[in-house]
Each structure stands twice: as structure tokens, then as C-alpha cells.
């Protein structure tokens, strides 16, 4: 019982799931405040409101996926979740991007989907290495 609830504690020395989200969610503000001077300059607030959705349009999914990860490390079924937690944080952007072009083919799209990449490329890199060290920390 105690490993299960060192999963999600923050006690552990590499760290559980409460660690790992917090820096999951650390770095995605930090480029939220890094992206935020340039969607101000080039579209105002709107900028400001696409950029912040596509952080939350990828963040959520990704502490998500973090969250199954971590529940199923160090388990026979760890490649499952590492799948598992591919598919959460691949779906909901991509889900977007195929509602935005079943809308046609407009401009006014084309900054919030560059918004939701970056976003994406960022969870993704940040949620690897997460997961590279929890696993070796499990070992």
C-alpha cells in the first residue's frame, strides 16, 4: 500500500505524480508567459485567449496522461499506460485541429494552431523525459 501511495505523493525522492504535474505545469506557464509578449504584439487580447487555450487544449490531457503513467509504472502493464497516456494527449488537439478544418480552410485559425504545435511539442518533450525518469526512478 505504501508504494501505491507513494505514486502520487510528492515525497519521493525522483519524485510521484504530484511532483512531476507540478513541473509538467510549471514549464507550460513559463512558455504561456514566454509566448505572451508575441500574442499580444500581433493579435491583442485575442492572442492572448488563443495561446492560453491551446496550453489548456494540451496541458490537460498531458497531466492526464502523467497521471495513468505513474499509476502504472513498475507494473507489467507500463508500455499499456505509456500507450494509453500517448492516445490522451494526442486526442483532444488533434480532435481541434480536425474540427477547425471541417470549418474551412480561414485565416483566423492559422495562429491558434500554430499556438496548440507548440503547446503540443512542449507537453510532449516535458512529458517523455517525465516519464524516462520516473521509470528509472521505479528501477
Same mark, same amino acid.
Given at each position: 500500500?505504501?508504494?501505491?501511495?507513494?505514486?502520487?505523493?510528492?515525497?519521493?525522492?525522483?519524485?510521484?505524480? +504530484?511532483?512531476?504535474?507540478?513541473? *509538467? #505545469? !510549471?514549464?507550460?506557464? %513559463?512558455?504561456?508567459?514566454?509566448? @505572451?509578449?508575441? =500574442?499580444?504584439?500581433?493579435?491583442?487580447?485575442?492572442?492572448?485567449?488563443?495561446?492560453?487555450?491551446?496550453?489548456?487544449?494540451?496541458?490537460?490531457?498531458?497531466?492526464?496522461? +502523467?497521471?495513468?503513467?505513474?499509476? *502504472? #509504472? !513498475?507494473?507489467?502493464? %507500463?508500455?499499456?499506460?505509456?500507450? @494509453?497516456?500517448? =492516445?490522451?494527449?494526442?486526442?483532444?488537439?488533434?480532435?481541434?485541429?480536425?474540427?477547425?478544418?471541417?470549418?474551412?480552410?480561414?485565416?483566423?485559425?492559422?495562429?491558434f494552431v500554430c499556438y496548440l504545435l507548440l503547446f503540443y511539442a512542449t507537453t510532449l518533450a516535458i512529458e517523455t523525459?517525465?516519464?524516462?525518469?520516473?521509470?528509472?526512478?521505479?528501477?
Amino acid at each position: 500500500m505504501s508504494e501505491q501511495v507513494d505514486h502520487w505523493s510528492t515525497s519521493s525522492r525522483e519524485g510521484g505524480f +504530484l511532483r512531476t504535474m507540478m513541473l *509538467l #505545469v !510549471g514549464a507550460i506557464v %513559463a512558455l504561456f508567459v514566454a509566448v @505572451l509578449p508575441i =500574442a499580444v504584439w500581433q493579435q491583442g487580447i485575442q492572442g492572448v485567449w488563443q495561446s492560453a487555450t491551446a496550453g489548456l487544449l494540451c496541458l490537460l490531457p498531458a497531466v492526464a496522461g +502523467l497521471g495513468i503513467s505513474c499509476r *502504472l #509504472v !513498475g507494473t507489467p502493464q %507500463a508500455m499499456v499506460a505509456m500507450l @494509453l497516456a500517448m =492516445a490522451f494527449r494526442l486526442l483532444p488537439p488533434l480532435a481541434v485541429c480536425l474540427l477547425l478544418a471541417m470549418r474551412g480552410s480561414r485565416a483566423d485559425y492559422i495562429p491558434f494552431v500554430c499556438y496548440l504545435l507548440l503547446f503540443y511539442a512542449t507537453t510532449l518533450a516535458i512529458e517523455t523525459y517525465l516519464f524516462v525518469r520516473l521509470i528509472q526512478s521505479r528501477k
